[in-house]
């Protein structure tokens, strides 16, 4: 009866581990592809418009509130530069993204050394 309740105890923990790294190999593909998306959908011709049109209208809201021009123009500019700072911010997350092979690596070594720990590989062998 212990070796049964000993089995099924470690039968979980392989089952667990298993589980794991489903979870973080998914992770480790659908993230980068998810920044990808938010990327592309920055980025996108319409986007773009959206970008324009808000700049054109905080200007006129600028000019129309009796701003001097090059006051107007500056503010404008920098009310830009937050949706590209966004933007370089998303780049520069995508570009980490694009090292998940490596994560991956590091993840699959973490779990085979938790197995290890509770010498779920030895018996993972004899299984085979």
Partial sequence: MLERKAKNREKSSKEEAEEVKEILSAVSTEIPALIKNIIASVFSEEAGRNMGKAAAAFYKE?????????????????????????????????????????????????????????DLVESDKEDR
């Fill in 62 to 118: 600028l000019k129309d509130s009796g701003l001097p021009n090059d006051l107007a123009l500056k503010m404008t500019e920098d009310y830009m530069k937050t949706f590209t700072g966004f933007g370089d911010i998303l780049k520069r997350i995508g570009k980490v993204g694009s090292l998940s092979p490596a994560i991956q690596v590091k993840i699959e070594d973490k779990i085979a050394e938790k197995m290890k720990e509770k």
